[in-house]
């Protein structure tokens, strides 16, 4: 076989590769859009109001990146990668974690008197999760600020030789779409929680298991 024949079967090749990745995140974020509309939320307290409100930003986020690598919009995809994981921990932490003078300061003045990362302490400590976000942030913080505010891993991922064009690291692609996968199914799964709806926790589990399997090749069992 030549090169030009290698090389347009490896194209290809990924081409099916993404469609099929791609199609399991459009199907997943579906269902957990169906599945959370018409929910009621009978919000307790600004604690509920606030925290259901990012939740359900963060699942924009998450349909919008999907969106965007379907389009072969990459930089504003790898741009909303901060905020979907940003909203996501901070809506986590406002449930979880805040106090009621944090909330009053988030409504009245807009800011956060804790910093992402002692946020994402008190979040993985409170729900005992495994420091799986905390080395999420470790290991791509910096990249994803660069992404988003246009920074040099932004810029590079434009220049190809002695053209602008995009430059497709199709690994990286895949992580971005199951993050967002990830992260919209843990949000989903908050909402519930959340909520007053009855019979959905086989349905959270479901698509939690698909996530599982998809990104990370396990069974969550």
Same mark, same amino acid.
């Given at each position: &076989?030549?090169?030009?024949?290698?090389?347009?079967?490896q194209?290809?090749?990924?081409?099916?590769r993404?469609?099929?990745?791609?199609?399991?995140a459009?199907?997943?974020?579906?269902?957990?859009?169906?599945? /959370?509309?018409?929910?009621?939320?009978?919000?307790? $307290?600004?604690? $509920?109001?606030? +925290?259901?409100?990012?939740? $359900?930003?963060?699942?924009?986020?998450?349909n919008?990146? /999907?969106?965007?690598?379907?389009?072969n919009?990459? +930089?504003?995809?790898?741009?909303?990668?901060? %905020?979907?994981?940003? !909203?996501?921990?901070?809506?986590?932490?406002?449930?979880?974690?805040?106090?009621?003078?944090?909330?009053?300061?988030?409504?009245?003045?807009?800011?956060?008197?804790?910093?992402?990362?002692? &946020?994402?302490?008190c979040?993985?400590? @409170?729900?005992?999760?495994? @420091?799986?976000?905390?080395?999420?942030?470790?290991?791509?913080?910096?990249?994803?600020? +660069?992404?988003?505010?246009? !920074?040099?891993?932004? /810029?590079?991922?434009?220049?190809?030789?002695?053209?602008?064009? %995009?430059? #497709?690291?199709?690994?990286? /692609?895949?992580? #971005?779409?199951?993050?967002?996968?990830?992260?919209?199914?843990l949000?989903? +799964?908050? &909402?519930?929680? &959340?909520?007053?709806?009855?019979?959905? $926790?086989?349905?959270?589990?479901?698509?939690?298991?698909?996530?599982?399997?998809?990104?990370?090749?396990?069974?969550? @069992?």
């Amino acid at each position: &076989m030549t090169f030009f024949k290698k090389f347009k079967k490896q194209t290809l090749l990924n081409i099916l590769r993404r469609m099929k990745k791609l199609k399991h995140a459009q199907l997943l974020l579906s269902q957990i859009n169906h599945e /959370i509309d018409g929910v009621a939320f009978e919000s307790k $307290d600004e604690r $509920d109001r606030v +925290s259901g409100a990012l939740f $359900d930003t963060v699942l924009d986020h998450a349909n919008a990146i /999907i969106v965007l690598i379907e389009n072969n919009i990459y +930089s504003s995809a790898y741009a909303l990668v901060r %905020p979907l994981f940003e !909203g996501f921990v901070r809506a986590t932490w406002l449930l979880n974690c805040a106090t009621y003078d944090d909330i009053e300061l988030l409504i009245e003045k807009d800011k956060f008197r804790k910093a992402f990362g002692e &946020m994402l302490e008190c979040i993985e400590e @409170k729900k005992a999760w495994p @420091k799986t976000l905390a080395k999420a942030k470790q290991n791509a913080w910096n990249a994803m600020h +660069s992404y988003t505010h246009g !920074g040099l891993h932004q /810029i590079s991922r434009k220049i190809k030789s002695a053209s602008i064009e %995009p430059v #497709i690291d199709e690994e990286e /692609i895949d992580e #971005i779409i199951c993050f967002a996968e990830l992260i919209g199914t843990l949000s989903f +799964s908050a &909402m519930i929680e &959340m909520s007053t709806a009855s019979g959905k $926790d086989s349905v959270v589990e479901r698509i939690t298991e698909s996530v599982s399997k998809e990104c990370f090749n396990k069974s969550v @069992k």
